[in-house]
């Protein structure tokens, strides 16, 4: 019912930076958390960055001051801003929106498709 698309991923230069994006498609569902989350070769997936409903952040340390979490509700969009990018930033980057369908129900999360996120050195 829910389906994420992901954009903004490739390959940059330590320093520089990339927007990632995910969006929303579909009908009959509201949008509670939206989430950025990471996954590096022989690394387990971890949380990068969340959004509340009514606004709140939060960061992993080890990008905070770096990147910045936003959405837009109209757009079912969320953003992730990187900048001042490492290498050890290089993962797949996947989003996750927590939804609820507007006829009730358990809250049910979605992942994007993932986008790949290289940083040279």
């Known amino acids: 019912q829910v389906q994420l698309v992901e954009s903004g991923g490739g390959l940059v230069q330590a320093g520089g930076s990339l927007r990632l994006s995910c969006a929303a498609s579909g009908s009959g569902f509201s949008i509670n958390a939206m989430a950025w989350y990471r996954q590096a070769p022989g690394k387990q997936r971890e949380l990068v960055a969340q959004?509340?409903?009514?606004?709140?952040?939060d960061y992993a340390d080890s990008v905070k001051g770096r990147f910045t979490i936003s959405r837009d509700n109209a757009k079912n969009t969320v953003y992730m801003q990187m900048n001042k990018l490492k290498p050890e930033d290089t993962a797949v980057y996947y989003c996750k929106f927590r939804t609820r369908s507007y006829s009730g129900g358990l809250y049910r999360d979605y992942w994007g498709q993932g986008t790949q996120v290289t940083v040279s050195s």
């Open positions: 959004i509340t409903s009514g606004g709140n952040t």
